[in-house]
């Protein structure tokens, strides 16, 4: 068990040391509350049956938002989305209609300053005491000071993917270089590559960030200069890259790409698909020697969700140790759910694309977050290097 838990800790003590303070015990608001000594009634739910979920796309397992319906009786509306810049845009628009949303901490902190969402009460939200204190004490550090706002969905890491077979035929004699962001970051390897399909995710904030941790700067400058540096790398591969993919999972399993800047848990699912496919070629997600980029996905209630009650109550939900196992199980992604490693199927909890190992995570980026100009600024440098061609 002892063994199981390692790569929590090292991922807190990595992540703290990152912003200069030491790992810190559970803040007192996750204590167990004290136990009352009268039963008080518990109060009555009188909102509309209804809750408006926005979440990643393939993110839940099947079944999951059934069980709730089914077991609460509420109505879930659950639309999907594939950026954090997606999911930003709707909440600065507001009115959004969604009562949850899932932003990736990087977008989080911003949305938090910036008064898009809402504290939570965790009175009702019992199985918090569930989640892994020091991943909590990672977020409260870094994005989410008290834990008041958020709660982890799923975490995991930006990386390379690749069709193994393929990648082999294309680079023929040439061996596979010792760090997997040649790959797609190196004409040399671009060049051979882009014959059988080269994707990097189409967002600004998950390309500039590996591109910069490539060139040695921080992945979450906030400095316009680095990202003048990090295009004028990129636009050196610009023409092998073929897909700018909103839909990485289909690209890789489908044969469209060969490798790819992705999301770890993707990359493992278009894996099983593909297999599922009946396809002999093998996917792997890559630990590049140089380290990948750590995500945290939290669940968090818009600042105007017209459902709290139901929110706080889907929130519980999943924070039990058999759903957040679920997720795991299905999604490829680790969870923060302590409580629920001991269901963790064996094959996913072996995984060390999943469940990384110690060693791995020191060399990992932590994530951090950008000012509101900084994201501009990247987003137009992005602009311009994807249309350059
Ligand atoms: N299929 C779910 C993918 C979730 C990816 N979230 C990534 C956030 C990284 N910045």
């Not at 992604?333 to 269901?343: F, H, L």
Request: charged fraction near 20%; aromatic fraction near 10%.
């Amino acid at each position: 068990m002892m063994k199981k838990y390692l790569w929590s800790f090292a991922l807190s003590a990595i992540v703290l040391a990152g912003c200069g303070k030491k790992e810190e015990p559970p803040t007192p608001a996750l204590a167990p509350a004290p136990v009352a000594t009268a039963p008080a009634a518990a109060p009555v739910n009188t909102e509309e049956k209804v809750l408006n979920i926005y979440n990643w796309a393939d993110y839940v397992p099947e079944g999951m938002i059934a069980t709730f319906e089914k077991e609460t009786g509420i109505k879930v509306n659950y639309d999907t989305f594939e950026t954090n810049e997606a999911l930003h845009a709707k909440l600065v628009a507001g009115n959004s209609g969604y009562d949850i949303v899932v932003p990736g901490s990087v977008f989080a902190k911003p949305q938090i300053e910036g008064g898009l969402l809402q504290p939570l009460d965790k009175s009702k939200i019992p199985n918090l005491a569930n989640l892994d204190a020091p991943i909590l004490a990672t977020l409260a550090a870094k994005t989410d000071p008290d834990n008041k706002y958020l709660v982890p969905w799923a975490w995991g890491f930006t990386t390379v993917g690749i069709n193994k077979t393929k990648v082999a035929k294309a680079l023929g004699a040439m061996p596979m270089p010792e760090n997997a962001w040649d790959l797609v970051f190196k004409p040399e390897y671009t060049a051979k590559l882009k014959s059988c399909g080269i994707a990097y995710l189409d967002s600004p904030t998950e390309i500039i960030p590996v591109a910069l941790h490539y060139l040695g700067k921080d992945a979450y400058s906030n400095d316009p200069a680095d990202y003048k540096l990090a295009t004028e790398m990129l636009a050196k591969v610009r023409k092998d890259v073929r897909i700018f993919s909103s839909t990485m999972i289909d690209d890789i399993a489908g044969g469209k790409a060969c490798v790819a800047i992705g999301w770890s848990g993707d990359i493992n699912i278009a894996a099983v698909r593909a297999k599922e496919n009946q396809s002999k070629d093998e996917i792997e997600s890559m630990l590049p020697s140089t380290g990948a980029l750590i995500f945290f996905d939290t669940m968090a209630l818009t600042k105007d969700a017209k459902h709290p009650n139901n929110a706080h109550a889907f929130i519980d939900f999943y924070l039990r140790p058999e759903n957040a196992a679920l997720m795991a199980n299905e999604m490829n992604y680790p969870t923060a759910n302590k409580a629920a490693m001991d269901q963790i199927n064996p094959e996913i909890a072996g995984n060390k694309t999943i469940f990384v190992e110690a060693d791995y995570f020191a060399k990992m980026i932590p994530p951090s977050s950008f000012s509101n100009e900084a994201r501009e600024a990247m987003a137009n440098a992005y602009n311009s290097f994807k249309k350059g061609k």
